[in-house]
Structures are given as structure tokens and as C-alpha cells.
């Protein structure tokens, strides 16, 4: 951004960028190659870099004519894509969705391409949207004019988010991607973590739902902790999410039933049991690739009638260490269950016991281990 000190990332990579974005800017692009790239030089970054599929690889159309300009983007526009709140987390579901709003936007819309810069799927999925912002993206420098945001679309990265939050809250596999997502951004264009805005900051309109744009100040914080955090500290080498429904990864026996009832599951159903004075445990598997410390988080439907008093069992170096909790609230996101010493090994790792003391369904939802 024009007027500003040199930050960190522009004296890693020195001389790399100049001249980039002029040789771009005020460009007028109609479906021909992408602009150029900066070298690949990811170590020198303190955040991750995600993994971002391009227009090409979820198969877009070709674009009509677009913009390229020198300067770059001064902040980040959260939407949600107001559509159905799929519990198909695939890859192919998300570059189908991908395709889905490119048509709208070119054929409903009339625009000549996808609107937003960037679109994440339910299932955590990063794509392109609108062509050649990635490729801007990574040199870090200039943006593509996009079509999301009356009065921003030449100043703030537009990121669709797939479903509608005007009530339920996104899955945690979007949001932590969301998290890294803008993380990447703010550290490629040198902006801010408190200028993450939600669309209805600058128009009249519901976007991008109450909930989520509730959330928008946790996302800042979260993302500032990972720009903050990541030049220090390594991040994190492993993280997995066991699902109810992960083949291979979780079992239970034909007591546990399965039950789509509560919006609050992760996926597309979860597996409840009565309680009782038995050894029945529900399981989850991970491969863990060394040992030392992990937390564990815990996903469940929090409805008033469950148990009160389910016992999480997990399996670490000095033995089974159960922590209690109560299924009856605080459902519908992560919740920690603590950090744990734990071997390698690909082994049962978390269980869900149906002894205890209180009546009420037991639930075996989701966990995700992660390496600290």
C-alpha cells in the first residue's frame, strides 16, 4: 500500500516485486494467460499457505473482459453465498459449487465472471473466483477489479463462504480454513487483521448473515493470533477431524443409532446411545505421526435432554484419562476437552462411553486432534 514503511514481508523478498504490479496495472484481460506470479517463496512467510485451487483447476468458463490494477487491496469483505447449507463436504461437490456461481454471476448477473475474488466450500475447500486473483495473490501486489461489493470492489478482497449463517453457524472445517485463508491474505498484502469487514458493513443487506458476521470479531483476533504467532512459532504439523461418518476412522456398535436431527451435528448425521453401566465405547482413530502434545476438541448437538455427564475417553502415553462433559448445551462448535501427552501410532485414540451416571443420550459427534 502506497505511503506505507516497508513491512517485514517486502524486505524478505527485496527487489522481487518491483515493477510487478505497474506492469499490470490498468490492464484489460479477456480470458488470455494469467498474469504473472512471483517466485515461490513460502518459507519466508509467517503463516501456512493454504492450498487455493485456480479458476482452471475447478474448471471455469472463460472470463469476459476484467480489470487488473497496480494498487492493492486495503482489506478483506466476508460474504456468504446465501445457498444451501450442504452436508456433502467433497471436493467435487466444491468445484461443482464453484461452477454453479460462475454461471449466475455471467449468465443471471450479467458480469463477466465470478464476482467474489475467492470462494470457500462448507468442507473447507479455498477456490479462485474471479480469474487472476490468485495469481495477484501471490506476487502481492495489484488486485483484479471484482463484482462483489459496490464502492469496495476495487479495494477489499471479496470471500464468498458457502451456505447461509442468518442462524446456523458455519462448520468448523470453513471457518478454520477462513481463519488461515485471510491470515495468507493480510501477510501477501501487508493488511491488518482489524480490516476484515462483513458485506453489510458497506450496503444495505443481510450478508453474510447474523451469525457470521457475529463471528467476524473472533475471526479478526484469530487471525491476528496467526499473524502474530506464526513468525515465532512453528504451526501446527498435524490436525485431523474424525467425523462420525470418516470410513475407517470411527466405530461403534449397533447400539449407538444414527440421528440427523439436530442442525447443530457436524455433517451429515451423528450416533447416540443410551447410557448404561456396560462396556460400549464409540472410537476414533488417528494416525498419530509423533508424540508429543495434542489437544483434543470435542463436536456435538447441545440439546436439553442429553447427557449431562458423557465421559470422553482418551488414550494418552500414562494411561486412559476420561473427561466428563455436559451434551446437554454449549453444542453446535469445537469444544476442548484439554491437551494430552499421546503416542505414535495409527490407533484408537478418543472414545465415547455410555457409562454414566446421568440419563440421556449419549453423543458421538466429531473430534479433532491437533498438534501444539
Not at 463477466?112 to 475447500?125: E, K, M, V
Not at 480454513?177 to 482489524?194: H, M, P, T
Not at 469487514?197 to 467476524?216: E, F, K, S
Request: aromatic share 10%; charged share 15%; proline share 5%.
Amino acid at each position: 500500500m502506497t505511503g506505507n514503511p516497508l513491512s517485514r514481508r517486502d524486505v524478505v523478498r527485496g527487489a522481487v516485486f518491483l515493477g510487478v504490479g505497474a506492469a499490470t496495472g490498468g490492464l484489460s484481460i479477456a480470458g488470455g494467460p494469467p498474469a504473472l506470479a512471483a517466485p515461490d517463496d513460502s518459507s519466508a512467510l509467517a503463516v501456512p499457505v493454504p492450498t487455493i485451487a485456480s479458476c482452471a483447476t475447478w474448471g471455469a468458463r472463460s472470463p469476459g473482459s476484467l480489470s487488473v490494477i497496480s494498487s492493492s487491496p486495503d482489506k478483506i469483505v466476508i460474504h456468504h453465498t446465501a445457498g444451501a447449507n450442504s452436508t456433502t463436504y467433497t471436493q467435487a461437490h466444491a468445484y461443482a459449487m464453484a461452477r454453479s456461481i460462475q454461471n449466475f454471476h455471467m449468465d443471471g448477473n450479467g458480469w463477466s465472471d465470478s464476482g467474489q475474488h475467492f470462494t470457500i466450500s462448507r468442507g473447507g475447500y479455498i477456490m479462485e473466483g474471479r480469474h487472476n486473483s490468485l495469481a495477484r495473490l501471490r506476487a502481492g501486489s495489484g488486485m483484479v477489479v471484482g463484482a462483489h461489493c459496490p464502492g469496495q470492489n476495487d479495494k477489499g478482497i471479496g470471500i464468498e463462504n458457502e451456505g447461509t449463517y442468518t442462524s446456523a453457524t458455519p462448520p468448523a472445517a470453513l471457518y478454520d480454513k477462513l481463519v488461515q485463508f485471510c491470515a495468507y491474505i493480510c501477510e501477501q498484502y501487508d493488511i491488518g487483521a482489524s480490516r476484515i469487514y462483513g458485506h453489510r458493513d458497506y450496503i444495505a443487506t443481510a450478508c453474510p448473515g447474523n451469525v457470521l458476521y457475529g463471528m467476524l470479531p473472533q475471526l479478526r483476533s484469530d487471525v491476528a493470533e496467526a499473524l502474530t504467532g506464526g513468525g515465532t512459532t512453528p504451526p501446527p504439523d498435524f490436525s485431523t477431524i474424525i467425523d462420525n461418518t470418516t470410513s475407517g476412522r470411527f466405530t461403534a456398535s449397533a447400539n449407538w443409532l444414527t440421528s440427523s436431527y439436530s442442525a447443530e451435528r457436524y455433517g451429515a448425521d451423528y450416533r447416540y446411545a443410551n447410557p448404561e453401566a456396560i462396556s460400549d465405547v464409540a472410537y476414533y482413530k488417528a494416525d498419530i505421526p509423533a508424540e508429543g502434545s495434542y489437544r483434543i476438541d470435542a463436536w456435538y448437538p447441545g440439546i436439553a435432554g442429553y447427557n449431562t455427564a458423557t465421559p470422553y475417553v482418551v488414550v494418552t502415553k500414562s494411561g486412559n484419562q476420561t473427561v466428563v462433559v455436559d451434551q446437554s448445551t454449549g453444542g453446535g462448535a469445537w469444544r476442548s476437552l484439554g491437551t494430552f501427552t499421546l503416542t505414535a501410532g495409527d490407533k484408537n485414540v478418543v472414545g465415547v462411553s455410555r457409562w454414566s451416571g446421568a440419563s440421556g443420550y449419549v453423543v458421538a459427534d466429531a473430534v479433532r486432534i491437533t498438534r501444539v
